[in-house]
C-alpha cells in the first residue's frame, strides 16, 4: 500500500494540499494520519469534514513530533488500520502521513 508523506513549516500549505487530494474527484480512498505539533490540533474542520472529504479514517496525533516524541502513538495507529482493512474489509489505496517539520 502506498504511504505518502506530506511535511513541512507551520502555514506552507500542507492541509491545503491534503484537503485538495481529498476532494479531487479520482475516487480513491485514504486513510491519514495527522500529526499536530501541539495539544490542541489546528486541523480539527478536517477531521469533522472525514466522510465529506473521501478519508476513510484520520488518526490525529497530538503533542509531538510524529518522528520521535509519538512514535508509538504511530505504530499504533498504523496497527489498528491494518486489523480494521483485516477485519471490516476496508479499502484503500494509501496512507497520507501529514507532518510538521519543526
Same mark, same amino acid.
Given at each position: 500500500m502506498p504511504v505518502h508523506i506530506l511535511t513541512?513549516?507551520?502555514g506552507s500549505g500542507k492541509t491545503t494540499l491534503l484537503n485538495h487530494i481529498l476532494e479531487g474527484s479520482h475516487g480513491k480512498r485514504f =486513510?491519514?494520519?495527522e500529526n499536530e505539533f501541539g495539544e490542541i490540533? &489546528?486541523?480539527d474542520?478536517?477531521?469533522a469534514r472525514r466522510e465529506e472529504?473521501? =478519508?476513510e479514517q484520520i488518526i490525529?496525533?497530538?503533542n509531538g513530533c &510524529?518522528?520521535?516524541t509519538v512514535r508509538g502513538d504511530l505504530i499504533v495507529g498504523l496497527k489498528n488500520l491494518l486489523k480494521r482493512i483485516a477485519s471490516d474489509g476496508l479499502r484503500l489505496d494509501g496512507v497520507i502521513i501529514e507532518t510538521i517539520r519543526p
Open positions: 513541512g513549516f507551520l =486513510a491519514v494520519i490540533g &489546528i486541523d474542520g478536517l477531521i472529504l473521501g =478519508a490525529e496525533m497530538n &510524529i518522528c520521535c
